[in-house]
């Protein structure tokens, strides 16, 4: 997890400092892509995941990779236009408030005292 995190944390300036002559939409899409095979190959390497998928779940499988994936190529365009700081603080602030609305429009749950509160400190963290 401790790798991971690093790994995170370091994407955007990587990007900043690499100057890479691929587009930020084709590193999120390269990102993503290559995340998404490491996690599957240690699930199944590890035996402690599934895939199989019921009838009702692809629906919302479908719906998370898509957001998932616009998420990475809006973050990456964002780090090119910005910067790593500007782009990560606003993520920050947005990505509470994103997920508070997504999970009300697509599952009807109403966000709870814990939502309020965490969104509240990252949005009023993000703005320092």
């Not at 995941?49 to 616009?70: E, I, K, N, Q, Y």
Request: hydrophobic letters at 60%; charged letters at 10%.
């Amino acid at each position: 997890m401790l790798a991971a995190g690093v790994l995170w944390g370091t994407v955007g300036p990587a990007q900043v400092l690499a100057a890479a002559p691929a587009s930020p939409v084709a590193l999120g899409g390269a990102r993503i892509l290559f995340g998404g095979a490491i996690l599957a190959a240690v699930v199944l390497a590890t035996g402690r995941g599934s895939f199989a998928l019921g009838r009702d779940a692809w629906r919302p499988v479908l719906a998370a990779a898509a957001a998932t994936g616009a998420f990475q190529a809006l973050f990456f365009s964002a780090v090119d236009r910005t910067g790593a700081a500007v782009a990560t603080a606003v993520v920050f602030g947005v990505v509470p408030v994103a997920t508070g609305v997504c999970e009300r429009v697509a599952l009807g749950v109403r966000p709870g005292r814990a939502w309020w509160a965490g969104t509240v400190c990252a949005v009023a963290g993000a703005r320092c």
